[in-house]
């Protein structure tokens, strides 16, 4: 099984990183398959340990990929978290690619109740998937997927999921323009 959520890691200096990942999850443990080079990767090498943030507020997962990543922490924990769990890295698998760095859950808290996730939510979520690969798929494919999840966005979109949404969106109008030259 695959989560999407927010991996925070720290590096030796203390300068925090925020990154959305779909986190593999199989029994007690935790598999982080960052892409070559990140700093997730070099963070999560160096010192051992991560936490990972169950949020709901899909403007975390937006806002990461567009470079807004000033939200509230206490620590390495998103204030916004819905519960979170610090896990250490107990083994590496190499790979050129997308090493596979297997961890297990040292504690885990719930801070608030989850409530549901609305389509926009989804949408949202799969947008930022789409961002987070616009160097890897054809535009033609990222265009005809964005048109589909806007259907459940205009659906059951809140004020958020639109603000995360416009990011999304503006990011993808610059990477064409970057691109169409």
């Given at each position: 099984m695959i989560q999407e959520?927010?991996?925070?890691?720290?590096?030796?200096?203390?300068?925090?990183?925020?990154?959305?990942?779909?986190?593999?999850?199989h029994g007690d443990e935790i598999a982080i398959l960052p892409f070559r080079p990140s700093t997730t990767l070099t963070n999560l090498l160096e010192t051992k340990t991560a936490v990972l943030n169950y949020c709901d507020d899909v403007r975390i997962f937006a806002g990461c990929l567009t470079g807004r990543r000033d939200f509230a922490l206490n620590g390495l924990i998103l204030k916004c978290a819905l519960a979170h769990s610090k896990v250490?890295?107990?083994?590496?698998?190499?790979?050129e690619t997308r090493?596979?760095?297997?961890?297990?859950?040292?504690?885990?808290?719930?801070?608030?109740?989850?409530?549901?996730?609305?389509?926009?939510?989804?949408?949202v979520l799969e947008a930022a998937i789409l961002v987070s690969r616009l160097k890897m798929l054809p535009l033609e494919k990222i265009d005809s997927e964005i048109a589909y999840l806007k259907i459940g966005l205009e659906k059951t979109a809140?004020?958020?999921?639109?603000?995360?949404?416009?990011?999304?969106m503006d990011e993808i109008e610059a990477f064409k323009k970057e691109n169409a030259k």
């Open positions: 959520l927010i991996v925070t890691t720290q590096n030796a200096a203390g300068i925090i990183h925020l990154a959305p990942m779909g986190v593999h999850i250490e890295l107990v083994r590496v698998e190499d790979d090493p596979k760095l297997v961890c297990k859950i040292l504690k885990t808290v719930n801070h608030a109740p989850f409530l549901g996730f609305n389509r926009a939510q989804y949408s809140g004020q958020r999921e639109l603000e995360a949404w416009g990011w999304l």
